[in-house]
């Protein structure tokens, strides 16, 4: 599993309740922008329309060599899942606070997979107190090293 890109945002703003892994209809210049890494997740989620699930707002980077098999770099994708498991995270989407939101776009052997997370909202008390515990995991490990190190 290579990693290609991550929605770091994501994590920051949302708690993660559950993933679910999706295969993404693309076209061949994507793949190949994919394979550079240029990809961006910041500002997308998913939408699930007439029992399909898709990608709204991913920037995929225009393949420089590509001339007419171009497309629209933040065009809707369709992502490929199973009908029942669309059904059920529409079922969880329609309760208050949760969204569908892309977490890691990365290849699978020779395919390009996305996971999207149902995410619930989180406060500005909960993203200071993850940020504080974060720092202070950070200062832990910092201090276990030079500790370490002395001996």
Avoid: W
């Amino acid at each position: 599993m290579k990693p290609i890109s991550t929605n770091k945002k994501a994590y920051h703003d949302y708690n993660i309740v559950e993933s679910l892994e999706c295969g993404i209809n693309l076209i061949g210049c994507e793949v190949k922008s994919l394979r550079k890494g240029e990809v961006n997740l910041a500002d997308s989620y998913c939408r699930i329309s007439d029992g399909n699930l898709l990608l709204v707002n991913c920037h995929i980077k225009n393949y420089d060599k590509g001339s007419y098999s171009n497309v629209a770099s933040r065009r809707d994708r369709r992502l490929l899942a199973h009908k029942r498991e669309i059904m059920r995270m529409l079922g969880k989407v329609k309760e208050k606070g949760y969204a569908l939101v892309p977490t890691k776009m990365y290849f699978k052997d020779s395919l390009v997979k996305v996971e999207v997370s149902l995410c619930k909202g989180k406060r500005d008390y909960d993203k200071k107190e993850t940020i504080a515990k974060k720092d202070a995991e950070r200062d832990l490990q910092r201090t276990l090293k030079e500790y370490s190190e002395r001996r």
